[in-house]
């Protein structure tokens, strides 16, 4: 397991034997797959949180996310969210950079 | 580490966000040209609404070949969200000119995504996309077209019915 990005209260990992991700919030562990990851972070990105703050309906300041094919969900303060959003898309950015070693390092033929 | 965003996705994420955003525009076009057949069809402009109905089709495909792509790549496509599309026209001249203003609208968005792929060296997308770049070159001729009759015909009633008659040829032949 390798550890790719991690936030005060959260830590994605990456498992090379498995081929998957493993992202470990609030002692949970959820395991997402290449797919599930990218989801993840995008519907992170489109939670609407200025509506979140502004409605007073109840239940307003909470979102729920659903993860793994709807075999579990998220429940997210805007705290968590604004949090999250901090991981994912700092561990894409190792993922890019890991990329770029790959193809410099182990791929390049010049 | 493994590369594995690489081993499962051939698209990075900019890319991949940019034909979201396309696949969302052609979506929105079709519904666009959805609505300005039944406008055509309600002022009887049957060869209009004939070709709107066409086109409308033709944006749906448009967004499937790019949702495909996506897929096929190993990224996520996403069904798109579409607002209610304009259904008041004042006339058919505004019509055709909303439509070019569209295609222009496109044709720049694919543009903008060539340039985009071409930065980040990703050489099959800019392949997969040349195709819209032709076809858009083609719809904006077409369109081009039409809108000269109305220069060239005015827009008496009777100018208006030998417009629609030419739409027709116009759809059957392509522009030419
Ligand atoms: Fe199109
Ligand atoms: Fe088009």
């Not at chain 1, 998957?20 to 290449?34: A, I, P, R, S």
């Not at chain 2, 034909?19 to 039944?38: D, F, G, H, P, R």
């Not at chain 2, 055509?40 to 792509?69: G, P, T, V």
């Not at chain 2, 195709?131 to 809108?147: A, C, D, M, N």
Request: hydrophobic residues 45%.
């Amino acid at each position: 397991m390798h550890l790719v990005h991690n936030t005060n209260n959260a830590k994605i990992w990456q498992s090379d034997i498995e081929n998957c991700f493993y992202f470990d919030f609030k002692g949970q562990q959820y395991k997402l797959n290449v797919c599930g990851f990218i989801a993840l972070k995008t519907k992170l990105i489109n939670i609407d949180i200025e509506e979140m703050i502004i409605s007073d309906e109840l239940g307003a300041d909470i979102a729920i996310v659903p993860l793994c094919n709807d075999e579990r969900l998220l429940v997210l303060t805007i705290d968590e969210i604004l949090e999250l959003r901090e991981l994912f898309p700092g561990a894409m950015v190792m993922l890019e950079l890991n990329s770029i070693l790959h193809s410099r390092v182990y791929s390049s033929t010049l | 580490m493994k590369d594995l965003m690489r081993q499962r996705v051939g698209v990075q994420e900019n890319i991949m966000s940019l034909l979201n955003k396309q696949i969302k525009m052609e979506a929105q076009a079709s519904a666009t040209y959805l609505a300005m057949a039944a406008w055509c069809e309600q002022n009887s402009f049957d060869n209009s609404a004939a070709f709107f109905y066409a086109q409308s089709n033709e944006e749906r495909d448009h967004m499937l070949k790019i949702f495909h792509y996506v897929s096929e790549v190993g990224g996520v496509a996403v069904s798109p969200e579409i607002s209610a599309p304009k259904s008041e026209y004042g006339s058919l001249r505004e019509v055709f000119e909303t439509t070019l203003e569209h295609e222009i609208a496109v044709t720049e968005s694919i543009h903008q995504i060539v340039g985009a792929c071409r930065k980040a060296n990703d050489y099959a997308a800019e392949n997969f996309l040349q195709w819209f770049v032709k076809e858009q070159v083609e719809e904006e001729l077409t369109v081009k077209r039409i809108l000269d009759y109305f220069e060239m015909l005015g827009e008496e009633p009777m100018a208006l019915l030998m417009i629609d008659e030419r739409v027709a040829k116009v759809s059957a032949n392509g522009a030419y």
